[in-house]
């Protein structure tokens, strides 16, 4: 892709660091004229090194330019659908925010925000991202029936309760469980499908509390939750471990082949035993 090959010339560019005429000789102990002609050759071959290099990256300029006129084409046309294509359209928009170079820059943007008060007039990079996230996670059916700001909630309290670095690519309200604060420090489990943006937001203050009073997580949960939280259905399970153990909870009896695959994607990390004594 376009991208690609760009990050690959990039990657490759820089000026080429050579030795003085001086240093050359005396590394060489060669006469004064062979030097300056080998220098001469060097100079000549990098020249056309770089020469061959600026040409790649021109190439690699136009190409990125052609595709961002394709996508840009594309968006505009969803724009002018409304909102029955929200999740086409975010869908689209997260790939220019995200590829690498940004693909925005093929449009002469330098900035995120230069790129969406250009061609996303009204938005900001904040509900540009709201946006992103829930045409990310949610069918343009859900996001009819539940609202954006309710599913960026649910997004968000995904994210947080798997631990990984983005919620899942898609996330089923009817498998999703919410876990509330009830009387008397009991609590309530609540579908997802059937909770009210005040439901979320108080199971995700519950989250965000007990991570605050639990001890840090080690370095070996991390990594089983972002694992779980590649897989949708296994968006609920809870996770504690340690250097020694691990345990876990919620695990839905239809998904243990997920659950089991999830987890042999994991290296094990045993602690490095104490030598002598």
Known sequence: MAEAEARVILARMGKPKTKSGAARLAATKMPVAKSTHAAKGTAGSAKKGAAGLEHKLVRANAALKKEFAKVQAAMRKLRGEGTQSFDA????????????????????????????????????????????????????????????AFLEEVALYAKELTGAAEPPPAIDLD???????????????????????????????????????????????????????????????????????????????????????????????????????
Not at 104 to 130: C, H, W
């Open 175 to 277: 498998k999703l469980a919410f876990t509330l604060p009830g009387k008397g420090g009991a609590t309530v489990r609540k579908k997802a499908a059937r909770a009210t943006i005040d439901d979320v937001r108080r199971a995700r203050r519950a989250l965000r509390k007990g991570a605050s009073t639990r001890r840090d997580a080690s370095p070996i949960e991390a990594t089983l939750r972002a694992a779980l939280g590649k897989h949708k259905a296994l968006a609920d399970v809870s996770v504690r471990a340690s250097a020694e153990r691990a345990s876990f909870g919620n695990v839905p009896v239809a998904e243990l082949a997920a659950f089991g695959a999830a987890l042999a994607s994991v290296k094990s990390a045993r602690p490095a035993k104490k030598q002598g004594g």
């Open 89 to 148: 359209l975010y869908e689209m928009v997260g790939r220019v925010l995200t590829t690498d170079p940004p693909l925005y820059v093929g449009g002469g943007y330098r900035t995120k925000e230069d790129f969406i008060a250009k061609e996303l007039p009204g938005e900001t990079l904040r509900s540009v991202q709201r946006n992103v996230l829930v045409a990310r996670c949610f069918s343009p059916q859900e996001e009819a029936k539940h609202g954006i």
